[in-house]
């Protein structure tokens, strides 16, 4: 279907043309269909929709967002606010918004952390209507009484499922309870996976809304051609290397799992006379936005990011996609190279496998339905490393931290800051409140087991509630039960133990020697 085809509004169509949008991709057919394909459809239906990241929903929910605005006097001066996990999700559903846009009287703008408050106020006192933000820069907004949720109309989550990883399930419920209630907004909901919170947030803040699932496979399996090598730790870095002299990429993302080894990789790139750069939710958000730019103006051939840090991110025509770590979880080798193969075009996406983690390839394939193509790596695939036994200075990490979108450590200072009023308060601070719980439990000799018998002394449990307790209790209940019992079970002995020669022993334990042995060389080696 094509665009032309929906009969919208003129001024709203131009802006599409000029985008150079002409047919309508699988996502957008689905959602512009259901809400203006005929007369019979109603507009402002609620939709849950599942489809990976650049597959064209952005452009598909705004179309709906304006469209109504521009024809339903009720809601030409009325908002609509995007939610998004990231910054620079949201700095790119704003660029796209302008854009579509461009030709209509709806001022656009982006709210996040890492940045300060006054160009972002300054929005609001314009009376910006169509919103894009994260959970906790909006929520403060709304706190300080600067940004006015009340007139909101159409509420749009994207990739909800990234932000329920991310730690934002508190805050969305918190958001939904400051906007106009189900019946008074059009709820669009943005996921790339089914799971029970997604779920749950969609039937319980939507009117039964319509689902629309496209399937992830076809922009996994088809599009993109897949190669897997299997190599040691020490040599990802000169196979990565050869890579990149080989295919000489227009552009690639290389994906690593921690912060740290995002800034060593760059790092040895950069040594290795490659014009790269490396995004982390540590960088400041000024940096970040101007590494992107970059990337996407061409200036910078090679990014280097985590996962978190990449989320949403859409390059034209990137070519390549570069696993240096394979992702722990299965979901993410999808969200990784679904940064090539964007809007129909095709791509190449290369995981290096080492014996640290080659344990999340069975995972991988069982999710995306096939195996990852394997190839053996020759001399020649591998270049020199100038890096090589060279230390690489990085800033200190902590790895096990958070992101949350918009300032990782925000959540940290504002707990502190809520002891410090409660201290003042005359409160228990969380932080001693923890402390004197612990020396309690200590005090007791608390196990969860010993809890459970402590709290079962005395109590006549029936058999009906059992069901209703942990495997702890159960346990405390049936010691309480029996241990007093006078009445034992009645005993059956055991048949004797045939003879067993002394060589077979013997082997026995030589075998069993060697497995603790195996075992413990394994846990050494992670």
């Not at 007369?39 to 109504?68: E, H």
């Not at 490393?385 to 990085?394: F, N």
């Not at 241990?483 to 005993?491: E, F, K, L, N, Q």
Request: proline share 4%.
């Amino acid at each position: 279907m094509n665009f032309t085809e929906l009969n919208l509004h003129p001024d709203l169509q131009k802006g599409i043309d000029e985008a150079g949008y002409k047919t309508c991709m699988p996502v957008q057919n689905q959602v512009l269909s259901k809400t203006f394909g005929n007369a019979a459809n109603n507009s402002s239906q609620d939709l849950y929709v599942q489809s990976q990241t650049g597959t064209g929903k952005t452009a598909a929910f705004l179309i709906v967002i304006f469209q109504r605005m521009l024809t339903e006097d009720a809601l030409f001066k009325r908002k609509a606010l995007i939610m998004a996990p990231t910054r620079e999700l949201a700095v790119q559903i704003e660029e796209e918004a302008k854009m579509l846009g461009k030709y209509l009287p709806f001022k656009t703008g982006a709210f996040y952390g890492g940045v300060g408050y006054t160009l972002q106020e300054k929005l609001l006192k314009e009376n910006v209507q169509i919103l894009v933000g994260t959970p906790g820069r909006v929520l403060d907004l709304n706190k300080s009484g600067k940004m006015n949720l009340m007139d909101i109309s159409f509420l749009v989550l994207d990739e909800a499922d990234r932000m329920f990883d991310m730690g934002f399930y508190p805050d969305l419920r918190k958001l939904i309870k400051v906007v106009p209630s189900v019946n008074k907004r059009q709820t669009m909901l943005f996921s790339a996976t089914l799971n029970a919170w997604v779920k749950n947030l969609a039937w319980e803040y939507t009117k039964t809304p319509f689902e629309i699932e496209i399937k992830p496979e076809v922009v996994t399996v088809e599009e993109i051609t897949q190669i897997l090598y299997h190599v040691p730790s020490a040599d990802k870095m000169p196979l990565l290397l050869g890579i990149l002299k080989n295919d000489n990429p227009e552009s690639a993302i290389i994906f690593c799992n921690t912060k740290k080894n995002t800034e060593i990789v760059a790092k040895r790139l950069k040594m290795n006379g490659y014009n790269c750069e490396f995004i982390i939710g540590d960088l400041p958000q000024v940096k970040r936005l101007k590494v992107i730019d970059n990337v996407k103006n061409g200036k910078i051939k090679l990014l280097v990011a985590t996962d978190v840090a990449a989320r949403g991110l859409d390059i034209d025509s990137l070519s390549m996609v570069i696993n240096f770590d394979v992702p722990t979880e299965a979901e993410n080798y999808v969200h990784r190279i679904g940064r090539t193969a964007r809007a129909g075009k095709t791509g190449k996406a290369i995981t290096l496998s080492s014996e640290q983690d080659v344990y999340e390839l069975p995972a991988i394939e069982r999710y995306i339905g096939k195996k990852i193509p394997s190839e053996i790596a020759m001399q020649e695939h591998y270049g020199e490393d100038k890096s090589a036994g060279m230390r690489i200075q990085t800033d200190r990490y902590n790895e096990k931290r958070i992101s949350h979108g918009d300032t990782e450590t925000r959540r940290g200072k504002e707990g502190r800051k809520s002891d410090k009023r409660d201290s003042r308060k005359g409160v228990e601070p969380k932080v001693r409140k923890a402390q004197r719980n612990f020396k309690e439990r200590k005090s007791h000799g608390d196990t969860e087991a010993q809890r459970a018998q402590r709290n079962f002394k005395g109590r006549d449990v029936q058999g009906a509630d059992l069901s209703q307790l942990s495997m702890e209790e159960r346990m405390a209940f049936y010691k309480n039960k029996y241990a007093g019992s006078t009445t034992s079970s009645p005993v059956v002995s055991a048949p004797p133990c045939p003879r067993v020669d002394s060589s077979v022993k013997d082997a026995a334990t030589a075998k069993k020697g060697f497995l603790s042995k195996l075992i413990g060389i394994f846990k050494k080696r992670g």
